[in-house]
């Protein structure tokens, strides 16, 4: 790697700036792996520095080693031209490094005011008692530093997760944090939502704060991020300016391979005729979740559901799964009206779904890959309720075959998973069922580059095998890459539905706005 | 390069042996070894009184009663819930199991009677808990009061005798030298095991308490799975508590006071975890054993019942303890948040 390279860049880019933060050779070695390998990592003030790399490539690590989380086994972190040590995050916040993760960490119970000053109290307080007004006036202070207009006296339960970011990035700047680390904040946000994160951490930026950015979507990187340091498998591969680079050479970075493209890139040729209408819906309705649905899914095809977050696709499809009750309107599965009333008939009627959620829906966290993978199929794998362990291991062999799940192990435990591997694992407890309407909610989200492309090409496979199959994805690209014919939601109902052919960013906003 | 490899394969072994001994399995390793060095401890300072076969039998046949409530607890437990009524079963079925056999129930029918209204009673929380959605600790708290209640009030208090002595020879026979009460709380221990790892309701079970939003969305019937683990400890409890009015030759409304703790302590300290999702029968055996062991050799040390009290309290405490620390350990630079 030319190093000395990369440093000369930086040093012309951002030659008066100010190092504020330096991680120099760290290590750190967790039982069997070592996830990070002599690190160096720098961060200047006033720069939006992007982290990527693929799971498992030591992002996480790094960023715990930052906020305090891990401690490193070797190696300095010099803050302001001091050598620290982090002890914890609590130490870490105190120093002026916060961290925003990708799982929000707010007190759903709590108003917005005491979530911006939970554990920062002893600020504002006389003996532990809490000056309520203040505290809410100081709270509208960074608020409207970050131009969010939120009420400080709002339960944090009733924002969304939108907003429920933009009080974590205030809980930061009531810390008066210097360095603001931000693990994968747009995996939930809309696009819209997205531009406007976009627009306070230009403003963070322009305060002289820096953000540390970890992102699977290289496209936010080029956007937002005026350096890219890019890890694998706990090294180093480089630190770059982004004006140096382009989506592919970051991409090879990543992976150390040259991936194909052509899952990223839209518009595929069609490569068989969609066949059997294998799913009607008619007059689908639930309150003001959905209403009037109507639609149709042919075997062979890929139907994507593109719509804001919160337009109602998910509740939609949690309605057709059995999932959730539904108000009115008929599920028609071959030309059958059926009543789906739990999830156990959806599957009998052979209809699978990924959940959006993989964590809290979809994985047994505590079972290992085989347990995961045959437990929707395990009736079929026993006899008088005694699980007949033979068959069971060859079944879930089988898939973890067919998926090239890593590690090849049925017995390895889905806790230890990279996230791509685990959303396999969570796929394959579907495929395992053999379904032929298959629902998959954002099966890409927050996993990485190589294990997205091999999902878009399992998809593409079904779909060949006459599968029919259902994506909702609040990622454009994906949406038009991977869909046959896209039906776009908005408040609850189907505002259009575009061919392929026809379909761009462009008009699909239109519609969902 | 071939060197490299074969270095690998080393390290390769190396994580499968950790593996091997896994967090899970070094914390059964852990209570099993905290047993042994019990035994240890009473043998020494009990001056041979603990180490006799007249008293191993004794503790064996104490230890039996907890095993089998504790069975039925371990699946409930693994389905993130708790059942604290259990100590007040074992008195409510005794009075009425006693009120069958005086009624001239035969004392099989007596027993398989009393096993089936308790699964009834058990499978009545398991509905509300499962149906309305109401924490189990509250509903088995409340029904921990009711089943007392009931068996007070029916008794007006006072024990009822039981005259059937094969019914009596549940609790007091043997079968061969071994106690009647081990070899039943042997067979269930052995049927649990076997239904918890080798069923689909047993996957289920763990299912449902690792992960209940998935269990739902995967096609598990969640809310059946809840009544059958209430059903199995209602069940269960009928049967410990058939074999206890054996043992005292009585239905009595005031036996298994605090039983309840014993049974979870057992439990917990055999490495189920109380947020569910990870336990096996074994763990509960050996726990079982150390919360006998502990008010055997205590009283054989005669220590009197008072500081059996607290001694019992700190080992559910370090119990618990442990099962937080091992936890930790165990998802510690795995899980990625």
């Known amino acids: 790697m030319d190093r000395g390279k990369d440093d000369e860049n930086q040093g012309i880019v951002i030659m008066d700036s100010e190092k504020i933060f330096v991680m120099k050779d760290i290590s750190k070695r967790f039982p069997g792996v070592l996830a990070l390998d002599n690190v160096s990592f720098e961060v200047y003030k006033g720069e939006v520095h992007a982290l990527v790399g693929e799971n498992g490539a030591g992002k996480s690590t790094l960023i715990k080693i930052l906020s305090g989380v891990y401690q490193p086994d070797g190696g300095q972190i010099i803050y302001r031209g001091n050598e620290i040590k982090i002890n914890n995050p609590r130490q870490a916040q105190e120093f002026g490094i916060s961290t925003i993760y990708q799982e929000l960490t707010l007190c759903m119970n709590l108003t917005v005011a005491d979530n911006i000053f939970l554990g920062n109290e002893d600020r504002k307080t006389i003996f532990g008692y809490i000056d309520e007004n203040k505290l809410n006036r100081e709270c509208k202070k960074y608020l409207e530093q970050l131009e969010a207009d939120i009420n400080p006296k709002m339960l944090v339960s009733s924002l969304s997760v939108a907003q429920q970011q933009m009080v974590e990035i205030a809980k930061a700047l009531a810390y008066e944090s210097e360095i603001i680390i931000m693990d994968e904040p747009t995996a939930t946000l809309t696009l819209h939502e997205t531009n406007k994160l976009f627009e306070t951490i230009k403003k963070l930026k322009e305060q002289g704060k820096s953000i540390i950015y970890i992102s699977h979507r290289l496209e936010e990187v080029f956007e937002i991020a005026d350096t890219v340091t890019v890890l694998r498998d706990g090294k180093l591969i480089g630190t770059k300016p982004v004006s140096d680079l382009k989506y592919d050479g970051i991409v090879r970075m990543m992976v150390g391979r040259k991936i194909e493209n052509k899952y990223l890139r839209r518009k595929i040729e069609r490569s068989h005729e969609v066949g059997e209408v294998l799913l009607a819906v008619k007059n689908l309705t639930k309150g003001d979740i959905f209403k009037n649905i109507n639609f149709k899914l042919y075997a062979g095809e890929i139907l994507g559901f593109s719509g804001l977050v919160g337009a109602g696709r998910t509740d939609l499809m949690r309605g057709i799964f059995g999932l959730d009750s539904i108000d009115e309107g008929e599920v028609i599965i071959k030309e059958e009206v059926k009543k789906i009333k739990s999830s156990r008939d959806a599957i009998n009627l052979g209809i699978g779904m990924t959940s959006e959620d993989r964590k809290n829906e979809g994985l047994f966290l505590n079972f290992n890959i085989r347990e995961n993978v045959t437990i929707s199929y395990l009736e079929s794998l026993t006899k008088y309720g005694y699980i007949r362990g033979g068959k069971e291991k060859e079944h879930a062999n089988r898939f973890i075959k067919y998926l090239a799940i890593n590690p090849n192990n049925s017995e390895a435990g889905t806790i230890t998973l990279s996230g791509g591997n685990q959303q396999k694992v969570a796929i394959a407890k579907w495929l395992a069922t053999s379904p032929e309407i298959l629902i998959m909610d954002e099966p890409t989200r927050g996993i990485d580059v190589g294990a997205k492309a091999e999902i878009y090409k399992l998809m593409r496979l079904l779909a060949t095998q006459g599968k029919g199959i259902i994506l909702i994805s609040s990622e454009l690209p994906e949406i038009l890459s991977m869909s046959d014919r896209i039906i776009v939601m908005n408040k609850g109902e189907i505002i259009g539905e575009l061919l392929n052919e026809e379909a761009t960013e462009e008009k699909i906003m239109e519609l969902a706005v | ?337």
């Not at chain 2, 009822?160 to 709380?185: C, E, Q």
């Not at chain 2, 005031?254 to 336990?279: N, P, R």
């Open chain 2, 1 to 337: 390069m071939s060197i490299d490899d074969n270095s690998n394969k080393k390290l390769k072994l190396g994580s499968r042996l950790k593996k091997r001994f896994s967090i899970f399995q070094l914390r059964n390793f852990g209570v099993l070894f905290a047993l042994i060095i019990l035994c240890i401890f009473f043998a020494l300072m009990s001056h041979g009184r603990f180490f006799t076969v007249s008293n191993f039998l004794t503790v064996a046949r104490q230890v039996s009663l907890a095993t089998i409530v504790g069975v039925g607890l371990t699946f409930v437990m693994i389905t993130a819930n708790i059942d604290l009524a259990v100590g007040s079963y074992l008195a409510f079925s005794g009075i009425f199991v006693a009120a069958l056999l005086y009624i001239g129930f035969p004392w099989y029918l007596a027993l398989l009677s009393i096993m089936v209204i308790m699964a009834l009673v058990g499978m009545l929380v398991g509905v509300i808990v499962a149906k309305q959605k109401l924490n189990s600790l509250i509903i088995t708290l409340a029904m921990m009061g009711i089943a007392r209640g009931i068996a007070l009030a029916y008794s007006g208090g006072a024990p009822i005798f039981i005259k059937n002595d094969a019914f009596i020879s549940l609790g007091t026979g043997y079968i061969g030298p071994i106690p009647t009460p081990v070899v039943i709380a042997a067979i269930v221990l052995i049927i649990g095991q076997f239904v918890l790892r080798k069923t689909s309701l047993g996957r289920y079970i763990y299912a449902t308490g690792g992960n209940e939003e998935a269990a739902i969305a995967s096609g598990i019937n969640v809310d059946r799975i809840k009544i059958t683990v209430f059903a199995i400890s209602g069940m269960l409890s009928g049967l410990a508590g058939s074999i206890l009015a054996g043992r005292l030759f009585s239905g009595n409304p005031t036996a298994g006071q605090g039983f309840e703790l014993d049974v979870i302590s057992a439990v917990v300290i055999g490495g189920t975890s109380l947020f569910g999702g990870v336990g096996h029968m074994w763990g509960t055996l050996i726990g079982a054993f150390i919360v006998g062991i502990i008010g055997n050799g205590l009283t054989i040390l005669n220590v009197e019942y008072f500081y059996q009290l607290i001694a019992k309290g700190m080992i559910i405490y370090i119990a618990v303890f442990i099962d937080r620390q091992t936890r930790q350990a165990g998802l510690r630079g795995k899980t990625r948040l």
